[in-house]
């Protein structure tokens, strides 16, 4: 078992990984044949010409590597389909890994043992963009998986990611292949961020670092692309937030063509410097070289590292959703999460008929705009009554996820239609939402999706026996739920949301008058007993039945209320939501009379609260709100 040592090592010194492959194979005059008539698949060298692929391990064992990396870069099935060899996947890999193992295991001694890393490129299909399934490349991957650890890898290199999505089918399929062959290997993922400061696709490395840290990474860092000189902002990003060890492999420096061929202009002490500030400022414990990089960079690199201590760090991960652009934090700056309701096929008549009509570009579109009303995060909610929702989750969201810069709230009753838009999504979002009412079945079936996603999850006070309707049961049941998520499946506080639910407080039945101070008072406490979590609740539900004055100004003094008593997040139309100085004080003092169910001198707080709205013009109002900025709006903290 050479694997746990890998981990331990890497707790002890910094390890020097080998240089590029690709770039060295191209220097070594092969033919058309050693490739086995496969032009530019480096890959087929481990069938037909393993000499070759042992000469390039030797060439960076001999100078002191402490890894090499397997030649599988392009041996994921999606890649040797371009050549026909897609059945022959796992086999291929296993040769490959056992190529490498031979060689590392004839430079072992007990001093310096050699360790293998099963190398798992990007292939040639973006994922994010439509152009292959969750399902085709998760495929591609656990079969390359499986043969690289029955070669007998120390640990899989999900690496040069540059689509989230890929690398998030990639790394679930790696820790798949890990379980199917009874084996936990050290997982490792290098991100690829461009001369532009993004990933392909458009995403920052914030995007990537909370997309991937849930998934069960042992070290997450960069590779390829650029020089050394254009990672230091992201490895200083990584450093100060991501809790997972650093792993960085630049390339010899940007390539520029000369006839044809791509030129690396690096010198091996540059990248020696680069190395020592990267260990020493920013604490990363696995460098090595990508494109360009060569025997003598590595060299330079083993002997040049030696002795520099790396930077003792303290990160703070950031407690965040993402999109495939950006991170977004749960907690805002004056302000409370704001999850726009508008593209919920339940809470708009607009959005039901564009999904009537099947019009998925404007549903995209209002999506999108959520963003210009003012929202953090956008609910998504197909769920209609006679449709199919996980195919109708699957077309939207794989429309929405590129045109917009929010995370995904994915709003479903039903898991397949949140584990269809779930495939569609390489970011971090929220599933809407688990609750008990099953007793618990489908609670976990959901949430052992959300655990190999990596999603943040809602929860709603519902169990066998209903929804709660007290303080005391909607504490217990969430109580209830935070066990299960947490000791069950793995979860985290902080990536959990509880809903304490409210019923309309303007249907005047006798028994639900006193919902809206359960709620608060539930909020209020939840955030108390159980350390770490979030709070939530959808807001225009409390008002159902009310004319749209009174709603909006109903809502947005119950959403005062409830950030005060600890809210974190609120499904709002943002646009909305009034400032208190908004409010005219009778109306202010009446909502919260009829949240509170408070009765004064006998009066009943729903007539008296409905009393003041017998006029109100809410087409003035709306003129008026658009005067002000979204930010006036919704600073209710101030
Ligand atoms: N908790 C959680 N998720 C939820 C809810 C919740 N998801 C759905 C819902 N409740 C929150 N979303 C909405 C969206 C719209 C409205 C209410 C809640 C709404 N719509 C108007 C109406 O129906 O009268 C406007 C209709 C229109 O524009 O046509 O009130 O509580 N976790």
């Given at each position: ?25 191209q ?7 050693d ?7 480096n890959?087929a ?13 030797r ?11 397997t ?5 994921s ?12 996947t ?7 890994a ?11 001694t ?14 040639t299909?973006?994922?994010?963009l439509?152009?292959?399934t969750f399902d085709e ?7 390359q998986a ?36 009874d ?6 993922c290098?991100?690829?961020i461009?001369?532009?400061g ?14 991937f ?8 860092g ?7 000189e ?14 997972l ?21 690096l ?13 020493g400022?920013?604490g ?5 070289g990508?494109?360009?990089?060569t025997?003598?960079?590595?060299a ?9 201590v790396?930077?003792?760090r ?23 999460l ?21 019009n ?27 449709r199919?929702?996980?195919?109708d ?38 599933l ?8 618990g ?10 655990k ?7 929860a ?9 309707r ?11 739920i ?8 793995g979860?985290?506080?902080g ?11 303007g ?7 006193n919902?809206?101070r ?28 009310l ?16 950030v ?5 997040a609120?499904?709002?139309n943002a646009?909305?939501?009034l ?10 003092e ?10 004064v ?16 013009d809410?087409?003035?109002e ?5 005067e ?6 919704l600073?209710?903290?101030i």
């Open positions: 078992m050479t694997s746990p040592s890998l981990l331990d090592a890497l707790q002890e010194r910094v390890l020097v990984l080998d240089g590029a492959t690709g770039t060295a194979l220097r070594m005059d092969l033919s058309l044949d490739f086995g008539g496969l032009e530019g698949c890959e060298l481990n069938f037909w010409r393993p000499d070759a692929v042992e000469t390039l391990h060439s960076y064992l001999d100078v002191g590597a402490d890894a090499i990396l030649n599988t870069f392009g041996a099935g999606l890649v040797l389909a371009e050549y026909d060899l897609q059945e022959r796992r086999e291929l890999n296993r040769v490959s056992g190529i490498a193992r031979r060689m590392a295991d004839s430079y072992a007990p001093d310096k043992l050699r360790y293998v890393i099963g190398s798992m490129g990007p292939g299909k973006l994922p994010s439509g152009q292959a490349v998760h495929e591609a991957y656990f079969q499986l043969g690289l650890i029955e070669g007998g890898v120390d640990a899989l290199l999900v690496e040069t990611v540059y689509d989230l999505l890929q690398g998030k089918a990639a790394i679930i399929a790696a820790k798949d292949a890990m379980a199917e062959m084996r936990r290997l050290p997982l490792f290098t991100v690829t461009e001369t532009t993004q990933m392909l696709v458009g995403s920052e490395i914030s995007a990537a670092l909370t997309a840290e849930p998934l069960g990474l042992d070290a997450l960069l590779n390829c692309a650029t020089g050394p254009m990672m230091h902002e992201h490895l200083r990003y990584l450093a100060a937030h991501s809790p060890p650093i792993m960085v492999q630049p390339n010899a420096g940007l390539p520029r063509v000369e006839n044809d061929q791509a030129v690396y202009d010198s091996a002490q540059e990248l020696v410097d680069a190395h020592r500030t990267f260990i400022e920013y990363a414990r696995i460098v090595g990508c494109c360009g990089t025997p003598e960079h590595i330079a690199v083993v002997e040049g590292i030696a002795g520099v790396p930077a003792t303290e990160p703070q991960l950031e407690e965040a959703v993402s999109s495939l652009f950006v991170s977004v934090p749960f907690e805002q700056d004056a302000s409370f704001i999850v726009g309701e508008r593209a919920n096929a339940n809470g708009s008549r607009r959005f039901k008929r564009l999904l009537a009509e099947e998925w570009e404007e549903m995209a579109n209002v999506i999108r705009d959520q963003a210009k009303e003012g929202a953090h995060v956008v609910d998504v909610c197909v769920d209609y009554v006679g199919d929702g996980a195919p989750m699957a077309r939207l969201v794989g429309l929405a996820r590129g045109r917009t810069t929010l995370p995904i709230m994915l709003d479903s009753t039903e898991a397949p239609v949140l584990e269809a838009g779930l495939k569609l999504l390489g970011s971090k979002p929220i809407n939402s688990v609750h008990l009412e099953d007793g079945a489908r609670l976990d079936q959901v949430l052992t999706t959300a190999r996603f990596g999603a943040a999850v809602v709603l006070v519902i169990d066998e026996e209903g929804q709660a007290t303080a005391d049961r909607k504490v217990a049941i969430a109580k209830r935070h066990q299960l998520a947490t000791e069950k499946h979860l985290r506080s990536d959990l949301l509880f809903d304490a639910l409210t019923l309309p407080l249907s005047g039945q006798e028994e639900l008058r919902d809206g359960e709620t608060l008072e539930a909020v209020r406490r939840i955030k108390q007993e159980i350390p770490g979590v979030r709070t939530i609740l959808g807001v225009s539900n409390i008002s159902f039945g004319n749209p004055a009174s709603r909006q100004v109903l809502n947005s003094v119950f959403v005062e209320e409830a005060a008593a600890g809210l974190d609120a499904i709002v646009l909305q939501i400032p208190t100085h908004r409010i005219p004080p009778e109306q202010h009446a909502s919260k009379r009829l949240i509170y169910n408070e009765w001198d006998g009066k009943d707080p729903l007539q008296a609260f409905m009393a003041l709205f017998t006029d109100v809410l087409q003035r709306e003129i008026d709100l658009a002000q900025t979204v930010e006036e709006r600073h209710l903290r």
